[in-house]
C-alpha cells in the first residue's frame, strides 16, 4: 500500500490522492482523521480529498489508506498528509534613504527569516524589480511581493524618505573703512544632512562665519554629510 507523497499547499484547496496498491490486492479505502470527504468515493484510489472546516482551521490533514480484499492476509495501511501552510516566515525590511533631495539614489532590502527558500521577489517599481534589493528609488512606499519553492506568497512595504532640501540663510557685514579687510560672510545652513562643511572662495575659509575679508565676490559652498552641494556668490562692500 502506498498512500503517495504528503502535499503542501498555500491555501486550503481540493488534493488529487495518488494512492497505489501492489501485491496480492487492487483496491483499497480511504479514510481521514479529519471531516473532510472522498470525492467520488472512499474507495477510488486516486479520489480527491475535498477538506472540511476542521481540516482547514487545523492547517493538518491525516489520511489513511487500507487494502481491501485481502483475502486471508492482514490489511495494510499507509498515511499520507495534507498541509495548508501559507507563507512560512517573516519578511523583514532595511531602507537607505535618499541622499540629497530629490535624488532617486533610495534603496530598500527584503530579508526572510524562517520560511522554505528560496524565493522570488517582485517589487512595485516602474520597471518592477525582481531582486532582494530594489535601488533608484525615490521618495515614497513600495510594496515587495515575495514567493516561496512553494509558490506561496505575502507581501511587505518600504517607505523611502529625502532629507529637506538643502539651504542657505546668510548676511553680509561690509567693510568697516575705506581699504580694510573686516568683512564677514555669516552663514546658516539647513536642510540636508548635519553635519556640513563649507569653502569660501577665494581665500579657501572653511569656517564659519568667513572673516577678515576684503571689497570683492566671494563663492561660498556648503556641504553636508552626504556630499550634497549649494553654492552661493555673494559681495562684500565697503
Known amino acids: ?67 481491501t480484499n485481502n483475502s486471508v492476509c492482514s490489511a495494510s495501511t499507509d498515511t499520507m498528509n495534507i498541509f495548508f501552510t501559507g507563507f512560512v516566515g517573516t519578511v523583514g525590511i532595511t531602507t537607505t534613504g535618499i541622499s540629497c533631495y530629490g535624488n532617486t539614489d533610495g534603496t530598500a532590502t527584503a530579508a526572510i527569516t524562517g520560511g522554505f527558500p528560496s524565493y522570488t521577489y517582485f517589487w512595485s517599481t516602474v520597471p518592477a524589480q525582481t531582486t532582494a534589493t530594489a535601488i533608484n528609488l525615490g521618495i515614497g512606499t513600495y510594496t515587495v511581493t515575495v514567493k516561496n519553492t512553494n509558490g506561496c506568497t505575502t507581501q511587505a512595504t518600504a517607505t523611502i524618505t529625502q532629507p529637506a532640501p538643502l539651504a542657505v540663510s546668510s548676511s553680509v557685514t561690509p567693510i568697516s573703512c575705506y581699504g580694510g579687510n573686516n568683512g564677514i560672510i555669516n552663514i546658516t545652513p539647513t536642510g540636508g544632512t548635519a553635519p556640513y562643511n563649507y569653502l569660501c572662495t577665494p581665500g579657501n575659509q572653511t569656517a564659519v562665519p568667513i572673516t577678515n575679508l576684503g571689497i570683492g565676490t566671494y563663492t561660498v559652498t556648503v556641504t553636508d554629510a552626504n556630499n550634497c552641494k549649494i553654492t552661493s556668490t555673494y559681495t562684500v562692500t565697503q
Not at 472512499?42 to 491525516?62: E, M
Request: glycine share 12%; aromatic share 6%.
Open 1 to 67: 500500500v502506498n498512500a503517495g507523497p504528503d502535499q503542501s499547499f498555500c491555501t486550503p484547496i481540493n488534493a488529487v490522492l495518488n494512492g497505489t496498491m501492489s501485491g496480492g490486492t487492487t483496491t483499497g479505502i480511504w479514510s481521514t482523521l479529519g471531516d473532510g470527504t472522498f470525492t467520488p468515493n472512499a474507495t477510488t484510489l486516486n479520489a480527491t480529498y475535498v477538506p472540511g472546516a476542521t481540516d482547514i482551521s487545523n492547517k493538518k490533514i491525516k489520511l489513511v489508506l487500507t487494502s
